[in-house]
């Protein structure tokens, strides 16, 4: 099961936490990350976390704003998003994936399990 909070309402270079409160499976070998989505456009890969190593797979268009964290012991994953771009707004949702990533970080597909979105809003 994931849980998702932080979103809001932010102007542009604002930032947001999000975070990702997990149970149910074992949390310390798994990829656990965000995705989010625009309306009208795909779901589209942001940030995953290999949780036995902190490994992390950043989206070009958000390197260098965003951060990935885990925390094995309270089984949460955030996401601290700073510099925030009006591109930014869209539903961020939670997932998890418990095996390989076939197809690659960013194949939405290879995660099992997600929570519910929530949404972040960037003005200019």
Same mark, same amino acid.
């Given at each position: 099961?994931?849980?998702?909070?932080?979103?809001?309402?932010?102007?542009?270079?604002g930032s947001l936490r999000l975070s990702c409160q997990a149970s149910g499976f074992r949390f310390d070998y798994a990829f656990i990350g965000w995705f989010r989505?625009?309306?009208? /456009?795909? #779901?589209?890969?942001? @940030?995953?976390?290999?949780?036995?190593?902190?490994?992390?797979?950043?989206?070009? &268009?958000? /390197?260098? #704003?965003?951060?990935? @964290?885990?925390?094995?012991?309270?089984?949460?994953?955030?996401?601290?998003?700073? &510099?925030? /771009?009006p591109e930014d707004t869209a539903i961020y949702y939670c997932a998890v994936a418990l095996n390989d990533l076939r197809g690659g970080w960013k194949n939405w597909r290879a995660y099992g399990y997600w929570g519910q979105g929530t949404q972040v809003t960037v003005s200019s």
């Amino acid at each position: 099961q994931l849980q998702a909070s932080g979103g809001g309402s932010v102007n542009a270079g604002g930032s947001l936490r999000l975070s990702c409160q997990a149970s149910g499976f074992r949390f310390d070998y798994a990829f656990i990350g965000w995705f989010r989505q625009a309306p009208g /456009k795909d #779901r589209e890969g942001v @940030s995953v976390i290999r949780t036995s190593d902190g490994y992390d797979y950043v989206a070009e &268009s958000v /390197k260098g #704003r965003f951060t990935i @964290s885990a925390d094995n012991a309270d089984h949460r994953v955030e996401l601290q998003m700073n &510099s925030l /771009k009006p591109e930014d707004t869209a539903i961020y949702y939670c997932a998890v994936a418990l095996n390989d990533l076939r197809g690659g970080w960013k194949n939405w597909r290879a995660y099992g399990y997600w929570g519910q979105g929530t949404q972040v809003t960037v003005s200019s």
